[in-house]
C-alpha cells in the first residue's frame, strides 16, 4: 500500500485516477527496495508544506511504517530522524512525557526534539520575520533622511530669501502678501 498527496497526483496523473494504478519503489535504483514488488495507491491526502510554509507543495508518497523494508528502515533512521505528529485535545506540552514514554516503548527508539505546532510554525516563517523587521528598520532609517532633507531644502530656501523678504517688509508690504509670493 501506498498514500500520495495531490501534488503527486497533479503532476504524475493530471487526467486520471490514480488509485487505480500501483508503484514500483526504489526497484534498480535502491538496493533497499530490491526485493520490493508493486504497492497499490490507496488514498490521495492533502499536500503538506514540508520545507517551509512559503515554499510550495512537493510530490510525497507514504509507506506504512510495518511495511517498509529493514533495510530501508535503518536507511531512513540514519538519514532523517522518525518523526510523529501528536494531535491533543488539551495542551501538548503538558502530555509531552506521556507520549514520549508511550513512542519510546513502542519503538525502542530514544525521543527527542519535542515541539509544539506553535513552535514548528513560528520557526518556519522566522526568516521572513527577521528580513520583515531589517525592511522596516531601513524604511524607517529612509523616511527620517528623506524628512531631514526636505527639512534642509526648505530651510536653506528661507535662508536664502529672508533678505528678500525682510526688504519687502521694510517697503510696506504686508505679510500676507510676502507668504503668497513664494
Given at each position: 500500500?501506498?498514500?500520495?498527496n495531490?501534488a ?11 488509485l487505480?494504478?500501483?508503484?514500483t ?31 510550495e ?47 519510546q ?32 528598520v ?10 531631514i ?34
Amino acid at each position: 500500500m501506498v498514500i500520495i498527496n495531490e501534488a503527486m497526483a497533479r503532476q504524475y496523473w493530471p487526467q486520471a485516477d490514480p488509485l487505480v494504478d500501483r508503484l514500483t519503489i526504489g526497484k534498480g535504483v535502491m538496493r533497499e527496495f530490491e526485493t520490493e514488488g508493486e504497492r497499490q495507491i490507496i488514498g490521495v491526502v492533502a499536500d503538506i508544506r514540508s520545507q517551509g510554509l512559503n515554499s510550495e507543495p512537493q510530490p510525497q508518497m507514504w509507506i506504512p511504517q510495518a511495511q517498509v523494508p529493514d533495510a530501508a528502515n535503518a536507511l531512513n533512521v540514519g538519514l532523517t530522524p522518525i518523526s510523529w505528529i501528536v494531535r491533543t485535545q488539551v495542551a501538548p506540552q503538558s502530555l509531552s512525557g506521556a507520549i514520549q514514554d508511550k513512542l519510546q516503548q513502542a519503538t525502542g527508539l530514544p525521543v527527542s526534539n519535542v515541539r509544539s505546532m506553535d513552535e514548528i510554525v513560528a520557526l518556519s516563517v522566522s526568516r521572513q520575520k527577521f528580513n520583515m523587521w531589517v525592511m522596516a528598520v531601513f524604511g524607517a532609517c529612509a523616511l527620517l533622511l528623506a524628512a531631514i532633507g526636505i527639512y534642509g531644502l526648505m530651510a536653506y530656501s528661507v535662508e536664502q530669501r529672508t533678505q528678500e523678504i525682510g526688504i519687502r517688509l521694510a517697503l510696506g508690504a504686508q505679510a500676507s502678501q510676502v507668504r503668497r509670493w513664494s
